[in-house]
């Protein structure tokens, strides 16, 4: 069976600081892996995804992401935060079975300290 | 790019009345539509896949006759929350993806519909 794990339910930087959150994954078979963003009361929007052509996956509004295999990984990361980056994101893995499911893990709520 | 359009944004209503809500791919044909759930701060809760032609396929735990999904065209998917209770007040969203090979493709996502049920 898949799954995601994301560590930290909550992170909080300063503005111009460095975003890390993090991912791990849980999969049998080569994931997909994805990262996606919501705003309050808003459906999900792609960051960017892994599909086994690149281990650094870059995204939009200057995010980025590295699928490390040896640890199961897979950490989205950005410079330098803006009070615009504030939101929920979701790591996801594709389940197997071509389906299309995608199982998420918890979410990290983003804060951006002024 | 692909836009999954979900239709009403926000749901007031009585208990006992059935609320349907309507999910849209508008530049491309899914033969896949997927329903989640979600409770306030908390991760998506995958509810049920709906197959164009044919029956709905559901999730562990979640009632069928309770949660009723139709997905008649290549654009179109409704979920319907029958005789809604204030314990299905959540946030539904839908997602769908162009038919070219699914587990690479991501999945485009609706802005959700906040239902709450008095």
């Known amino acids: 069976a898949q799954s995601v794990t994301q560590l930290g339910s909550h992170v909080s930087v300063s503005e111009g600081a460095l975003v890390l959150l993090r991912c791990n994954y849980s999969?049998?078979?080569?994931?997909?892996l994805f990262w996606y963003v919501q705003y309050p009361n808003q459906g999900l929007q792609l960051l960017l995804k892994?599909?086994?052509?690149?281990?650094l996956v870059k995204g939009i509004n200057g995010f980025e992401a590295e699928f490390k295999k040896s640890e199961t990984s897979f950490h989205l990361t950005k410079p330098s935060a803006h009070m615009s980056d504030a939101a929920e994101y979701f790591c996801?893995?594709?389940?197997?079975?071509?389906?299309?499911?995608?199982?998420f893990g918890q979410g990290t709520t983003l804060q951006v300290k002024p | 790019g692909a836009v999954v359009s979900q239709h009403p944004s926000r749901v007031i209503c009585k208990s006992g009345t059935s609320v349907k809500i309507e999910c849209r791919s508008l530049?491309?044909?899914?033969?896949?539509m997927f329903w989640y759930r979600q409770f306030p701060k908390k991760s998506l809760m995958l509810m049920a896949t709906?197959?164009?032609?044919?029956?709905?396929?559901?999730e562990q735990g979640v009632e069928k006759d309770k949660f009723l999904i139709n997905h008649a065209s290549l654009t179109l998917s409704t979920l319907t929350v029958t005789s809604a209770h204030p314990e299905d007040s959540s946030f539904y969203i839908c997602?769908?993806?162009?038919?070219?090979?699914?587990?690479?493709?991501?999945?485009?996502f609706g802005d959700g519909t906040r239902l709450s049920i008095l």
């Open positions: 996801a893995v594709s389940g197997t079975g071509n389906t299309g499911k995608l199982i």
């Open positions: 530049d491309f044909q899914a033969t896949t």
């Open positions: 892994y599909t086994s052509a690149a281990t």
């Open positions: 997602s769908a993806s162009p038919p070219f090979g699914t587990e690479n493709q991501p999945q485009h």
């Open positions: 999969s049998s078979v080569p994931p997909y």
């Open positions: 709906s197959n164009e032609g044919s029956k709905a396929t559901y």
